[in-house]
């Protein structure tokens, strides 16, 4: 089993910033690919950012330019730096590690942050 564990979350004006933080019980290093997802009420879950292995990144286009996905390695932690918060970034964001366990990929999941972005 893997447990991940999301924190950063928070209340923050138009245009602030938050950096959310995922802590992973295993090694980050082995993960397949790993991400952030966000759901906000009444919607479906979005991805928002995800990172490979070998560290290639990809974003969905409504946070391309303000959002910025890292990781540590050594600290198995995952990142996301958000900027220029809007209100529709208002949401429960989800971190995601996928990791091949007996020949099978499963995906593994964070609690959820809640962020707010309003003034």
């Known amino acids: 089993q893997v447990q991940l564990v999301d924190s950063g979350g928070g209340l923050v004006q138009p245009g602030g910033s938050l950096r959310l933080s995922c802590v992973a019980s295993r090694s980050i290093e082995t993960a397949i690919v790993m991400g952030w997802y966000r759901q906000a009420p009444g919607k479906q879950r979005e991805v928002v950012a995800t990172m490979t292995h070998g560290g290639i990144t990809q974003y969905t286009d409504p946070v391309k330019g303000r959002f910025t996905i890292s990781r540590n390695n050594v600290k198995n932690t995952l990142y996301l730096q958000m900027n220029s918060l809007k209100p529709d970034d208002t949401a429960v964001y989800y971190c995601?590690?996928?990791?091949?366990?007996?020949?099978?990929?499963?995906?593994?999941w964070g609690q959820g942050t809640q962020v707010t972005v309003s003034s």
């Open positions: 995601n590690a996928n990791y091949l366990i007996d020949d099978d990929v499963r995906p593994y």
